[in-house]
């Protein structure tokens, strides 16, 4: 198993190496960024932006590396600006990513909310991946367990999670099989790099 529970055949892609570690990591891991027509380094999320790529692990600690190095710079091999917000701006763009993935899950029927209806999913064995908010109640949550062979998202918040539902606040929902599944799993693990600390813990949004 790889990180955040992600299938070990992630690895198996196409790799580069990150300019904070210096050590090669599955792409699936990263955040490539890209030099804009400023000169400003941009997130390129999607993987979809022109230009020659600058790959950082998809943790807090590289990007901040990669920043208070001048490693971007570098790696460049140009002047460039680095915006200060840039891992806040990154962090919430990797939100938005997994909210909008698990928004077209539920419009698919392919993803239900509410302690209830996730009960009876992980019941018939329905339920491929659990994700909880990270500021729910802890006696709440431990209620439910993550499916036999499925994933745990535990890293969003209630509000968060209420976006893909339509909701104000949502505590615990869960993905089908198929679908987008893979993909909600594989975007909210780039996330947890960016919110959760080496013991486990979701850091409080905007700390």
């Known amino acids: 198993m790889g990180r ?3 299938d070990k ?6 790799e580069r190496k990150c300019i904070a570690t210096g050590d090669t990591h599955p792409t699936s891991d990263m955040i490539r960024f890209v030099v804009g027509p400023d000169g400003q380094i941009v997130a390129d999320v999607m993987g979809k932006l022109p230009g ?3 790959w950082v692990l998809a943790t807090r600690d590289a990007l901040e590396v990669a920043v208070g190095k001048g ?3 570098r ?4 002047a460039v600006t680095v915006p200060e917000d840039l891992i806040v701006t990154l962090e919430a763009q990797l939100a938005r990513r997994v ?3 698990v928004s077209l899950a539920r419009k698919g029927g392919r993803a239900v909310s509410g302690y209830e209806k996730v009960k009876d999913w992980l019941y018939k064995d329905d339920a491929k991946v ?3 908010a990270s500021d729910g109640s802890e006696r709440g949550k431990s209620k439910l367990s993550t499916p036999e062979g499925g994933k745990f998202i535990g890293w969003l918040t209630a509000d968060e999670l209420g976006q893909a539902f339509g909701r104000e606040t949502t505590i615990h929902a869960a993905l089908g099989y198929g679908g987008l599944a893979q993909r909600v799993v594989e975007e909210a693990a780039r996330l947890k790099g ?3 600390s080496d013991g486990g813990k979701a850091r409080r949004k905007g700390k």
């Open 4 to 6: 955040a529970g992600v």
């Open 9 to 14: 055949s992630r690895e198996d892609g196409p």
């Open 52 to 54: 020659r790529g600058i």
């Open 71 to 73: 490693l971007f710079a």
């Open 75 to 78: 790696a460049a091999k140009q």
């Open 99 to 101: 909210i909008d993935l």
């Open 130 to 132: 659990l994700l909880q």
């Open 194 to 196: 960016l919110r959760v």
